[in-house]
């Protein structure tokens, strides 16, 4: 079992930028990949970006540029650096981590973009 908490969400302004935050605890060890998905009001979840534990990094076309993700294995966490924010980031984002058996999730955290 992991468990996942976000963090660091809120209110920001076009053009901002805002920094999520992502904290695993249980069984850490198994983690192979960790990532970000958002899901905003009425939509579908869609996926963000994910970072591997050598490091490897892969975003969304809608986010490339914009947003980069870290990786603290020694830390357990996992930020989400978000720049030049756009109404369209609006959304729940949720972190999550996968296993290779299965795919865990945090709860989500609202980050909301005013025009």
């Known amino acids: 079992q992991v468990q996942l908490v976000e963090s660091g969400g809120g209110v920001v302004q076009a053009g901002g930028s805002l920094r999520l935050s992502c904290s695993a605890s249980?069984?850490?060890?198994?983690?192979?990949?960790m990532g970000w998905s958002r899901q905003a009001p009425g939509k579908q979840r869609e996926w963000v970006a994910a970072?591997?534990?050598?490091?490897?990094?892969n975003y969304a076309d809608s986010v490339k540029g914009r947003f980069t993700i870290y990786r603290d294995i020694a830390k357990n966490t996992k930020d989400l650096q978000m720049g030049s924010l756009k109404p369209e980031d609006t959304a729940v984002y949720y972190c999550?981590?996968?296993?290779?058996?299965?795919?865990?999730w945090g709860r989500g955290i609202q980050v909301t973009v005013s025009a």
């Open positions: 999550y981590a996968d296993t290779g058996v299965e795919r865990y």
């Open positions: 970072v591997t534990g050598g490091g490897r990094t």
């Open positions: 249980g069984s850490i060890f198994s983690i192979t990949i």
